[in-house]
């Protein structure tokens, strides 16, 4: 089993930065990527960013050039820097961990992006 617990969101106006907080425990040796998905009121839930163990990285269209994914591996912890920030950006964000036998989900938390 592995725990996600997520922490970063909360109220900024556009234009502003948030920065996104996961950490992993548990069997974590079991993971192989981590990322970051957002689901909108009305909408699917979408991937946003999302990083390997080796350091690959990958973004939604959207997204690119505004934030960025990282990893640190001492504190097996993803974030996820969101710049630029708009107000189609605004949704429940959630970190996701990629085992070989199946997905695990943090609990979310809200970003809203508005004046």
């Known amino acids: 089993q592995v725990q996600l617990v997520e922490s970063g969101g909360g109220l900024v106006q556009p234009g502003g930065s948030l920065r996104l907080s996961c950490a992993a425990s548990g069997n974590i040796f079991s993971i192989h990527a981590m990322g970051w998905y957002r689901q909108a009121p009305g909408k699917q839930r979408e991937l946003v960013a999302a990083?390997?163990?080796?350091?690959?990285?990958t973004y939604t269209d959207s997204v690119k050039g505004r934030f960025t994914i990282s990893r640190d591996n001492a504190k097996n912890t993803v974030y996820l820097q969101m710049n630029s920030l708009k107000p189609e950006d605004t949704a429940v964000y959630y970190c996701n961990a990629q085992s070989l036998l199946r997905a695990y989900w943090g609990q979310g938390t809200q970003v809203t992006v508005s004046s």
């Open positions: 990083i390997t163990s080796g350091g690959l990285t």
